[in-house]
């Protein structure tokens, strides 16, 4: 039983392995959750799905700000005295199980009385009772159990949000109208002249009119506001030409059946309204569980750890944080202003805001800057500023960032629209002015039908229905996009920007050479066993790229913080660390991370580390440099250059040590050039240029983990199928220019019954459903079709 | 032959009826997720297959 998995995580167990119960466990963690189950009869957690289980992580002391009576008040929605109902965000939730354990909460605890899952939103809904038990202790059940939920500023200050449910009301009420006014008019249509229907004809007439009410006073309203809006700003969207065809529909029905003219066409009216907010509705399902607007807030903590004078520790609400405040960072945690250091070894990891993988170590005095993770041990620091106006947050003081990208951009729809109500209206005026001189009887009725039949419902579904559907291809390929504009954009960029770290480099890996005097043997064994014992993360990496070796007792082991580690063995002894640790001094400065060897105080040899890059990068960059201007930008250092440039084509731009705003202003200058900018980023550190871009993609290793603000994730694994999806998006836009062809033809057909006044109410509704649907039926086979190589191409 | 009178009223007001609770339905944030109830709804009959002593756990759902 060498390598067998986890029961509870489905992690592989090494040596470590705990045995319990008959089961594997991978670590202590994971047997005692599967211990709190098995007490409570909750076994069932494993029998639903294998192994759905996380570890649970050590969280002393993290959620002591819970029992501020403030926090509490922004967390919490409900409060009686009695009960009290909390919503929380769990990133963990990802299938039925958790589903099932953590709505089976009561049984683990008497006071919560229910626990309701959303699993789009992966929130939990939990009600307690708040006499005999807390939100904290609450938050510390979840949290043993491998649920630790997700608190961040950001929930301090957005409150309660109010969903908004108007597009499913009206999508209803348009449903509703459509099937019984289909109802009420069937009688018409096949023009029986039976006495009893021909008795009833104005009351069903009526009855039509009394169910279009509601479905042009409250259904169609957003198209009657964005119809005006765009007016206002002499924009002729596609809105216009529809609004206008639902007044006109409206009035000459009305018209009709108050003078006994006809049945009108309130079946086309409601008909159309139905399958408009259909399309709309297919748009707008996006991804809940994601968030594309995140900020510096959902990063930052709620709360931190303040010392008072008197050297009590106390919780302290971020944003309270004054000047000179000592603040206790535990491990782990995030430094949420700008301060100086006045205790502890800090090793502070700035990877979220520089892109530097490299945790940089600081002695007590030195400054630290907020949005830094500390990574070993806790440490004491002064505030010098508050959170505001920290160096990390007032990038989010930048333009950018209150602009919304979509307001610039000016839809294909949108585009084909200003065309074709022109053509249209002028198609309506010199046919009506053409019945004046040969009968004028006629001409209103040619007037209103031409407007009734060109009202372009299925060019304004064509887009909905493709880009809905590629939206969801995309998805199911975790390749997420904020909204269907998006595709739009990608489709047209010509030039592509690449962040270095984390981006185009793996995190998991890093490869190393070795370079000096070959170790003997028991040397080599010496080194990993000595590394064995050492938490230093380049000691964990340097220990699992080497090969395996036999495991021995060492007689000393000695770990000196800051410089390196030393093990003995019978006669032998080596040290591993920094140059100056091991006895070399005239060590040349090196901009690679390098770890040095001496065996038996004589100098062996270095090893030096290098970022791995992403499999297939090479090749996915000789697919894009066909069509794309390409560069990397580089918050780090110039040590990776001549390794990159073997990698990619040679007329990619490479450039380093970029802060954020260079990032920023590299993308604007570009721009302002006329190039349309695809940035690729994934921390902190280019949220402003994946906000300047045109389009910006944040890449995540896990996609529940938090990203920047940006307008897709994309999950790392499908990294190499970029090219593909920007292919894919470009033929999402022939498809909808497809549409519209196949969707001019109806108008075609249409116009010619309205121009020789020839247009019946029974061929409108004939029409309307036919090309609606004939158009979805067209985008969506076609969509599929063209989806079908990214799916050859995935295995 | 007012019949027609009250049989259009009366089918109309079924439907509005279904209208009504539909409404009603939206309202109670019943369409807010439309997942995670499909899944809940299957938990029930494992839970008995497995284990029958733990019948009286089977109140799984807690709808508001």
Known sequence: MESSTCFHCGDLSDSSTIFYDDKTFCCQGCKTVYEIFSENDLTCYYDLQSAPGSTPKDIQGKYDFLTQQNIIDKLVEFDDGKSQIATLYIPQIHCSSCIWILENLNKLNKNISSSQVDFGKKTVRLQFNSQNYSLKEAVILLSSIGYEPYISLEDFSTGKSQVNRSLIYKLGIAGFAFGNVMFLSFPEYFEVKEFWLEQYKPFFRWLMFAFSLPVVFYSSQDYFISAYKGLRAKVLNIDVPIALGIIVLFLRSTWDIVFDLGSGFFDSLTGLLFFLLLGKFFQQRTYSFLSFERDYKSYFPIAITKISKAGQEQPIQVYDIKKGDRLLIRNEELIPVDGVLIKGRAKIDYSFVTGESDPVTKVSGDKIFAGGRQTSGSIEMEALKSVEQSYLTQLWGNDVFNNVKEDGFTTLTNLISKRFTIVILSIAFISTAFWLFVDSSKALNVFTSVLIIACPCAIALAAPFTLGNILRIFGKHKFYLKNATVIEQLAAINTIIFDKTGTITSNKQSTATYEGDVLSPSEALLLKNTLRGSNHPLSRTLYDLLEENDIIMLDQFEEHVGQGIQGVHLKDSIKIGSANFVGKTNETAALNTSVHISSNDAYKGKYTFYNSYRKGLSQLFNQLKKNYDLAILSGDNEGEMENLKKLLPARTKLLFNQKPDDKLEYIKHHQSEGAKVLMIGDGLNDAGALAQSNVGIALSENVNVFSPACDAILDAERFNSLSDFINLSKSAIKIVKWAFVLSFMYNVVGLSFAITGRLEPVVAAILMPLSSISIVVFTTITTNLAARKLKKNEK | ?64
Not at chain 2, 12 to 29: P, R
Not at chain 2, 44 to 59: A, G, H, M, Q, Y
Request: a positive charge.
């Open chain 2, 1 to 64: 032959m007012s019949v027609i009178y009250l049989l259009l009223s009366l089918s109309i007001l079924v439907a509005v009826i279904f209208f009504v609770a539909f409404i009603f339905a939206v309202k109670n944030g019943q369409y807010d997720d439309s997942y995670t109830p499909s899944v809940r709804m299957l938990f029930e009959d494992e839970l008995v297959k497995e284990k029958p002593k733990t019948l009286k756990k089977s109140k799984l759902t807690n709808q508001e």
